[in-house]
């Protein structure tokens, strides 16, 4: 593995010399954003160069893994050894999504949070932003696992964990599954995976049955974009990849509506961080290649069996989005996980790096704060 360190990129706030355009929202606005207002502000008030300030404020490196450039940011604990835990965010997201839990995460002492701060290790997906995406089928979240156990162990951690959310609990879920020994415990925002329920499961439980319905009907309701993600992602990717309004309603309708956000977006994030995420898909022009993910990915869930279990530690914190996608039950995840933490939440949503940074990061350093005094324990 070859390591380099990199900063942001820094951009004009425009591509490929277009001149800047002013866009309005018409009188059919899909969401409470006011996408016309939030669209303007991004065209005339947002500020990129504060944006990169604060991006570059983080230690990025990018690393040469089996031919694949892989970004990541890497912050050390602040107190000396950390616990090594890489987090990986979903989509629409981007690395900068868990930017926010850094401080809480690398020097928990000073925002009250008992026990050992983390080295922290933020990659991003291949084609997010600053990664590259094989030139070919097959980049599903079980490739990135094995890829993410070769940037830790490059790293030199030889024991870590892991946090995920979306398509990040998948690749997670996989590093535990295919490579268990160096993992200390996974923490999960949400369960990316379906157990198996086939021949040979137990039946399911009432709560079970009931969860399933509410996730079919959000499925109905909101899972059309996955469809055309998984079928025709190139076709949709010519217009989002062309027109900075379509790219932002796109992803920002997602922000809105996965986030436990009571329909007002920016009652759970600012404007400045949302277009940070959509500057950064825009100036590196990663909407296609992220979107491959629902293509590779198309038919991961079908490859899990009866015997697939995966025996490291678990921590499932339960977040509920404004778009009601149903809460599942606790033994819905024991199917898969062995679970010894299950925290359902007060507050936060889909994005809870961004939207609950404190929640988060409190119930990741109990859960590995617990694990650390059971191994510590006499038998």
């Given at each position: 593995?070859?390591?380099?360190?990199?900063?942001?990129?820094?951009?004009?706030g425009?591509?490929?010399?277009?001149?800047?355009?002013?866009?309005?929202?018409?009188?059919r606005a899909?969401?409470?954003?006011?996408?016309?207002?939030c669209w303007?502000?991004?065209?005339d008030?947002?500020?990129?160069?504060a944006?990169e300030?604060?991006l570059?404020?983080?230690?990025?490196f990018?690393?040469?893994?089996?031919?694949?450039?892989v970004?990541?940011v890497?912050e050390?604990?602040r107190g000396?050894?950390?616990?090594?835990?890489i987090?990986?965010?979903?989509?629409?997201?981007?690395?900068a999504?868990?930017?926010?839990l850094v401080?809480?995460?690398?020097?928990?002492?000073?925002?009250?949070i008992?026990?050992?701060?983390?080295?922290?290790v933020?990659?991003?997906?291949?084609?997010?932003?600053?990664s590259?995406?094989?030139a070919?089928?097959?980049?599903?979240c079980?490739?990135?696992?094995?890829?993410?156990?070769?940037?830790?162990?490059?790293?030199?951690?030889?024991?870590?964990?892991?946090?995920?959310?979306?398509f990040?609990?998948a690749?997670t879920?996989?590093?535990?599954?295919?490579?268990?020994?160096?993992?200390?415990?996974i923490?999960l925002?949400?369960l990316?995976?379906?157990?198996?329920?086939?021949p040979?499961?137990r039946?399911?439980?009432a709560?079970?049955?009931a969860?399933?319905?509410q996730?079919q009907r959000?499925?109905?309701?909101d899972?059309?974009?996955?469809?055309?993600?998984?079928?025709?992602?190139q076709?949709?990717s010519y217009?989002?990849?062309?027109?900075p309004?379509g790219?932002a309603a796109?992803?920002?309708?997602k922000?809105?509506?996965?986030?436990?956000?009571?329909g007002?977006?920016?009652?759970?994030?600012s404007?400045d961080?949302l277009?940070?995420?959509?500057t950064?898909?825009?100036?590196?022009?990663?909407i296609?290649?992220?979107?491959?993910?629902y293509?590779?990915?198309?038919?991961?869930?079908?490859?899990?069996?009866?015997?697939d279990?995966?025996?490291?530690p678990t921590?499932?914190?339960v977040?509920?989005?404004f778009i009601?996608?149903?809460a599942?039950?606790?033994?819905?995840?024991?199917?898969?996980?062995?679970?010894?933490?299950?925290?359902?939440?007060?507050r936060?949503?889909?994005?809870?790096?961004?939207?609950?940074?404190?929640?988060?990061?409190r119930?990741i350093?109990?859960f590995?704060?617990?694990?650390?005094a059971a191994?510590?324990?006499?038998?």
């Amino acid at each position: 593995m070859t390591r380099s360190s990199t900063t942001c990129v820094r951009g004009s706030g425009t591509r490929g010399g277009q001149g800047r355009r002013r866009v309005h929202c018409g009188s059919r606005a899909q969401t409470s954003v006011t996408c016309g207002t939030c669209w303007g502000y991004w065209a005339d008030g947002f500020d990129w160069r504060a944006q990169e300030r604060w991006l570059n404020g983080f230690r990025h490196f990018r690393a040469g893994i089996d031919g694949v450039r892989v970004h990541f940011v890497h912050e050390p604990a602040r107190g000396g050894r950390g616990i090594p835990l890489i987090l990986t965010n979903g989509w629409p997201s981007c690395f900068a999504e868990f930017l926010p839990l850094v401080p809480w995460l690398t020097d928990p002492a000073a925002h009250g949070i008992d026990g050992p701060g983390f080295d922290v290790v933020i990659p991003s997906l291949p084609g997010y932003g600053f990664s590259d995406r094989p030139a070919r089928t097959g980049v599903t979240c079980r490739y990135t696992a094995g890829l993410w156990h070769r940037l830790m162990r490059g790293l030199g951690y030889q024991r870590y964990g892991a946090h995920g959310g979306d398509f990040g609990a998948a690749v997670t879920t996989f590093m535990a599954l295919d490579d268990p020994a160096p993992m200390l415990g996974i923490h999960l925002s949400n369960l990316d995976l379906a157990p198996y329920t086939g021949p040979g499961s137990r039946p399911l439980s009432a709560a079970e049955q009931a969860y399933l319905a509410q996730y079919q009907r959000w499925r109905e309701d909101d899972r059309g974009y996955g469809a055309i993600q998984s079928t025709r992602p190139q076709t949709l990717s010519y217009g989002l990849n062309d027109s900075p309004a379509g790219l932002a309603a796109w992803v920002l309708e997602k922000w809105r509506g996965w986030a436990d956000s009571g329909g007002d977006i920016e009652a759970s994030f600012s404007r400045d961080f949302l277009l940070t995420i959509v500057t950064l898909y825009w100036a590196t022009q990663t909407i296609a290649s992220s979107m491959r993910d629902y293509v590779d990915n198309r038919w991961l869930a079908a490859e899990l069996s009866l015997s697939d279990a995966v025996t490291v530690p678990t921590a499932v914190a339960v977040f509920h989005q404004f778009i009601d996608d149903g809460a599942p039950p606790r033994e819905w995840a024991e199917r898969l996980y062995d679970i010894r933490r299950w925290t359902p939440m007060p507050r936060g949503g889909h994005f809870p790096s961004a939207e609950q940074p404190g929640l988060l990061s409190r119930d990741i350093a109990a859960f590995f704060n617990d694990l650390a005094a059971a191994a510590a324990s006499p038998e």
